[in-house]
């Protein structure tokens, strides 16, 4: 960026190096981004202090048509940090938004003090987070809130949160847990309406794209909050739901024969070839095979150690790098008939990638190398995370697009956008923890580059300033898309889950990688939990970082084992807190 202010021009290069000059005028404005719960932060320097060359900014303006050529008037600059640096790179600024997330789905469901009731509970919640007339509860919402409490615990010791945390997973096995003896499995219901005290429980998915049908993805996701909650207190009851349910996805969704999870099985004999499935007939997809990581099958391993679990691991992302990458487009496939060969029909997919997905991969594959290493883990990431800035972001103006054509068509030089070229809050979260996990992993300088510009997007455009939270979609240019289910702050597809996940690992990430550390984590494990409490925050390579020291109950603890992050508890008739505080290590 350079600024020439007797001509009161300002010369800009995007993020794929095209030069753009806009003209900064007496009505030209900046701003700085600012976090969730603070005031807004004027900037009263003059233009010339504050466009200081390499600041990165965005800005907004209007183009004309003047003589033969177009100009482009700045109206609005926003810088994302003082001079070069960013302010999502402050020590405490993840921390700070995932407690003011916290807060609001807090008030939103149970009111700011009330005591927390999950009869209260509701899936829709309106843009200033008041509850529309809806008295539908799904279980995997819940489930997503109480994954985003229970990690608003971890960064801040909050015993409120906790408290969320622990009665929704209470609330779940309770109401929405179905065990079955005869099989020796859990199931859980895809939601409850609750009408005048009233509970009518709805096994088969209620979503138009599963109905009628048991999806893998929300028995799994199901999982997520109950999982990041065992973390913390180690409830054996927990485990053992856990446990159930892996049970049912080896019994029923598993392919024997080709390896793999079928994304449905209907809700009578609980096959994925029955014919009642439709579309959804012996199908394979990312949801099937790649949710089990990131939703809770990273966080058992790193709770249990669990061998079980980490072949489990591997066995997913051996299929995905067997199975998912394709040699024709740069995106990589989703959807699979049973064989594994590709679905290009499916519903509204057809031949399409979902942006996140793709980016997804490549955080879950670097993840999954940490634990296990292979070549063929950090190839096809590396691949991803190079190849897909050109095809899935808008290099222009900053943020990743939604869905787009997975190859081209003919006469074509630009994979198209399939509907618009919104961008939505979840596929930002993934390009945001795919680049940092990756520029922490191998110091490369592009991705630390797109990481930092990913953050930039969300955090200057994505933060509800006005009613809190996070908004769904935004426009291409950053300002958000207040239509429909996009204006809601709960849906179906959104609670706390990916705002919730992004501001803790990025934590984790930023300071334990990219040694901005060190890191305190809070833990509250029970009476009845295994002695053994394993605190390792994220599946990091081997010797990135170290435990330093515990304490229980606020006093100083050592019997803890500094390489393995594990830390040996006394015998106790009632719950422990438990600080554990982590540091990069140098090198």
């Given at each position: 960026?350079?600024?020439?202010?007797?001509?009161?021009?300002?010369?800009?290069?995007?993020?794929?190096?095209?030069?753009?000059?806009?003209?900064?005028?007496?009505?030209?404005?900046?701003?700085?981004?600012?976090?969730?719960?603070?005031?807004?932060?004027?900037?009263?320097?003059?233009?010339?202090?504050?466009?200081?060359?390499?600041r990165h900014?965005?800005?907004?303006?209007?183009?004309?048509?003047?003589?033969g050529?177009?100009?482009?008037?700045?109206?609005?600059?926003?810088?994302?940090?003082?001079?070069?640096d960013?302010?999502?790179?402050?020590?405490?600024?993840w921390?700070?938004?995932?407690g003011?997330?916290?807060?609001?789905?807090?008030?939103?469901?149970?009111?700011?003090?009330?005591?927390?009731?999950?009869?209260?509970?509701?899936t829709?919640?309106?843009?200033?987070?008041?509850?529309?007339?809806?008295?539908?509860?799904?279980?995997?919402?819940?489930?997503?809130?109480?994954?985003?409490?229970?990690?608003?615990?971890?960064?801040?010791?909050?015993?409120?949160?906790?408290?969320?945390?622990?009665?929704?997973?209470?609330?779940?096995?309770?109401?929405?847990?179905?065990?079955?003896?005869?099989?020796?499995?859990?199931?859980?219901?895809?939601?409850?309406?609750?009408?005048d005290?009233?509970?009518?429980?709805?096994f088969?998915?209620?979503?138009?794209?599963?109905?009628?049908?048991?999806?893998?993805?929300?028995?799994?996701?199901?999982?997520?909050?109950?999982?990041q909650?065992?973390?913390?207190?180690?409830?054996?009851?927990?485990a053992a739901?856990?446990?159930?349910?892996?049970?049912?996805?080896?019994?029923?969704?598993?392919?024997?024969?080709?390896?793999?999870?079928?994304?449905?099985?209907?809700?009578?004999?609980?096959?994925?070839?029955?014919?009642?499935?439709?579309?959804?007939?012996?199908?394979?997809?990312?949801?099937?095979?790649?949710?089990?990581?990131?939703?809770?099958?990273?966080?058992?391993?790193?709770?249990?150690?669990?061998?079980?679990?980490?072949?489990?691991?591997?066995?997913?992302f051996?299929?995905?790098?067997?199975?998912?990458?394709?040699?024709?487009s740069?995106?990589?496939?989703e959807?699979?008939?049973?064989?594994?060969?590709?679905?290009?029909?499916w519903?509204?997919q057809?031949?399409?990638?979902?942006?996140?997905?793709?980016?997804?991969?490549?955080?879950?594959?670097?993840?999954?190398?940490?634990?296990?290493?292979?070549?063929?883990?950090?190839?096809?990431?590396?691949?991803?995370?190079?190849?897909?800035?050109?095809?899935?972001?808008?290099?222009?103006?900053?943020g990743?697009?939604?869905?787009?054509?997975?190859?081209?068509?003919?006469?074509?030089?630009?994979?198209?956008?399939?509907?618009?070229?919104?961008?939505?809050?979840?596929?930002?979260?993934?390009?945001?923890?795919?680049?940092?996990?990756?520029?922490?992993?191998?110091?490369?300088?592009e991705f630390?580059?797109?990481?930092?510009?990913?953050?930039?997007?969300?955090?200057?455009?994505?933060?509800?300033h006005?009613?809190?939270?996070?908004?769904?979609?935004?426009?291409?240019d950053?300002?958000?898309?207040?239509?429909?289910?996009?204006?809601?702050?709960?849906?179906?597809?959104?609670?706390?889950?990916?705002?919730?996940?992004?501001?803790?690992?990025?934590?984790?990430?930023?300071?334990?990688?990219?040694?901005?550390?060190?890191?305190?984590?809070?833990?509250?494990?029970?009476?009845?939990?295994?002695?053994?409490?394993?605190?390792?925050?994220?599946?990091?390579?081997?010797?990135s970082?170290?435990?330093?020291?515990?304490?229980?109950?606020?006093?100083?603890?050592?019997?803890?084992?500094?390489?393995?992050?594990?830390?040996?508890?006394?015998?106790?008739?009632?719950?422990?807190?438990?600080?554990a505080?982590?540091?990069?290590?140098?090198?």
């Amino acid at each position: 960026m350079a600024f020439d202010p007797t001509r009161g021009a300002l010369d800009l290069r995007t993020s794929d190096g095209t030069p753009v000059r806009a003209r900064i005028t007496r009505d030209t404005h900046a701003e700085m981004i600012r976090n969730l719960g603070e005031a807004a932060h004027p900037v009263a320097d003059p233009m010339i202090d504050v466009l200081t060359p390499g600041r990165h900014v965005f800005v907004h303006g209007l183009y004309y048509p003047e003589r033969g050529h177009v100009t482009f008037d700045a109206k609005r600059v926003v810088l994302v940090g003082p001079g070069l640096d960013y302010r999502f790179e402050e020590t405490d600024w993840w921390p700070r938004q995932l407690g003011e997330l916290a807060r609001f789905y807090r008030h939103a469901q149970f009111g700011a003090a009330n005591p927390v009731d999950f009869a209260d509970y509701r899936t829709i919640l309106r843009l200033g987070g008041d509850k529309a007339d809806d008295h539908v509860q799904e279980t995997d919402t819940v489930s997503r809130l109480v994954y985003g409490m229970a990690s608003a615990y971890m960064l801040t010791g909050d015993e409120d949160f906790l408290g969320v945390a622990e009665r929704g997973t209470e609330y779940l096995r309770d109401n929405m847990r179905f065990v079955d003896r005869d099989e020796d499995v859990v199931y859980w219901y895809h939601g409850i309406d609750v009408r005048d005290g009233v509970q009518s429980r709805c096994f088969a998915s209620e979503f138009a794209d599963d109905a009628g049908s048991i999806p893998a993805y929300e028995q799994i996701y199901a999982l997520a909050g109950p999982t990041q909650t065992f973390r913390i207190t180690g409830d054996p009851r927990i485990a053992a739901d856990i446990d159930g349910t892996l049970r049912l996805f080896e019994k029923f969704f598993k392919d024997p024969v080709r390896g793999g999870y079928y994304s449905h099985i209907d809700p009578i004999l609980l096959s994925p070839h029955h014919e009642s499935l439709g579309p959804n007939r012996s199908r394979k997809n990312w949801n099937s095979v790649g949710d089990h990581a990131p939703a809770y099958l990273v966080n058992l391993y790193l709770a249990t150690g669990d061998e079980r679990h980490l072949r489990m691991l591997e066995e997913t992302f051996d299929l995905i790098v067997e199975h998912f990458p394709d040699a024709t487009s740069p995106f990589v496939q989703e959807r699979f008939h049973g064989d594994w060969t590709p679905d290009r029909t499916w519903g509204w997919q057809q031949d399409r990638a979902v942006v996140g997905h793709n980016l997804k991969i490549a955080w879950n594959l670097t993840r999954m190398n940490a634990l296990r290493p292979k070549e063929s883990y950090t190839t096809l990431a590396d691949r991803i995370a190079r190849t897909l800035p050109a095809y899935g972001s808008d290099r222009r103006r900053g943020g990743w697009y939604d869905v787009v054509q997975r190859v081209l068509g003919v006469g074509q030089d630009t994979h198209r956008l399939t509907w618009h070229d919104r961008k939505a809050w979840w596929q930002q979260e993934q390009a945001v923890l795919a680049y940092l996990v990756l520029a922490g992993t191998t110091r490369d300088e592009e991705f630390v580059r797109h990481g930092r510009e990913a953050a930039a997007f969300y955090n200057a455009f994505f933060l509800d300033h006005d009613e809190g939270g996070v908004y769904f979609n935004v426009l291409a240019d950053g300002h958000p898309y207040l239509l429909g289910t996009e204006r809601l702050k709960g849906s179906h597809s959104m609670s706390m889950y990916h705002a919730a996940e992004l501001a803790f690992l990025s934590t984790v990430y930023s300071r334990l990688l990219m040694g901005a550390g060190p890191l305190t984590l809070w833990f509250k494990p029970r009476a009845d939990a295994s002695r053994l409490l394993r605190v390792a925050p994220d599946a990091l390579p081997a010797g990135s970082a170290r435990l330093e020291w515990v304490e229980v109950d606020g006093r100083p603890h050592a019997g803890f084992d500094p390489v393995a992050m594990t830390v040996t508890l006394p015998e106790s008739a009632r719950d422990l807190t438990v600080r554990a505080h982590l540091a990069p290590v140098e090198g």
